[in-house]
Antibody, heavy 118, light 112 residues
């Protein structure tokens, strides 16, 4: 069974940093694109970052809204996806989901809340 | 970025009746390989989104065949036949033709 479990969220002040983790199990981690998608309170879905699979050298892509502030990475031995978030802004407040990309986002984690507020 | 526009923003349906949700993209989602890269997701209240339809018309694993997707290059429709209570939630269309992936604003389905 495919499982994605995010953790690491919390309340931080503007300008702070936070690292989210997503533990994956039930599939070969290196074979799949892994992505972060967020949802601000009461709002829709916003894709923010992707880590392509091993066949694509684990290359990364970012949305304009987080480029140069957020870094997506993965530990292929532990099957963990990370999102390092720096210089956080109030508008980064959202539920952050990790998702497995293959013929669409077929599997999603339960989400983790990040609140950026003073 | 490709803009995905959904209509209506909300729909109220009698259980057992059918419902349709529309989605329009700002550019063609038909790739030269013949695949149309539009997807449909359902987010049930308090839950993570789940994939319903991939590549315009293909039913995702475990999704009831009451759901179906259709469309052209820029206009897409999700149809739900015989709506049930478990179908309540927000439906999103999304595209994976180009980076960044984008989603529609969502359509809220409620029961009458």
């Amino acid at each position: 069974e495919v499982k994605l479990v995010e953790y690491g969220g919390g309340l931080v002040q503007p300008g702070a940093s936070l690292r989210l983790s997503c533990e994956a199990s039930g599939f070969t981690f290196s074979d799949f694109y892994m992505e972060w998608i967020r949802q601000a309170p009461g709002k829709g879905l916003e894709w923010i970052a992707a880590s392509r699979n091993k066949a694509n050298d684990y290359s990364t892509v970012y949305s304009a809204s987080v480029k140069d502030r957020f870094t997506i990475s993965r530990d292929t031995y532990k099957s963990i996806l990370y999102l390092q978030m720096n210089t956080l802004k109030p508008e980064d407040t959202a539920i952050y989901y990790c998702a497995r990309g293959y013929y669409g986002y077929t599997h999603w984690g339960q989400g983790v809340m990040v609140t950026v507020s003073s | 970025d490709i803009v995905m526009t959904q209509a209506p923003l909300s729909v109220s349906v009698t259980p057992g009746e059918s419902a349709s949700i529309s989605c329009r993209s700002s550019k063609s989602l038909l790739h030269s390989n013949g695949i149309t890269y539009v997807y449909w997701y359902l987010q049930k209240p308090g839950k993570s989104p789940q994939l319903l339809i991939y590549r315009m018309s293909n039913l995702a694993s475990g999704v009831p065949d009451r759901f179906s997707g259709s469309g052209s290059e820029t206009d897409f429709t999700l149809k739900i036949s015989r709506v049930e209570a478990e179908d309540v939630g927000i439906y999103y269309c999304g595209q994976l033709l180009e980076n960044p992936p984008t989603f529609g604003a969502g359509t809220k389905l409620e029961l009458k």
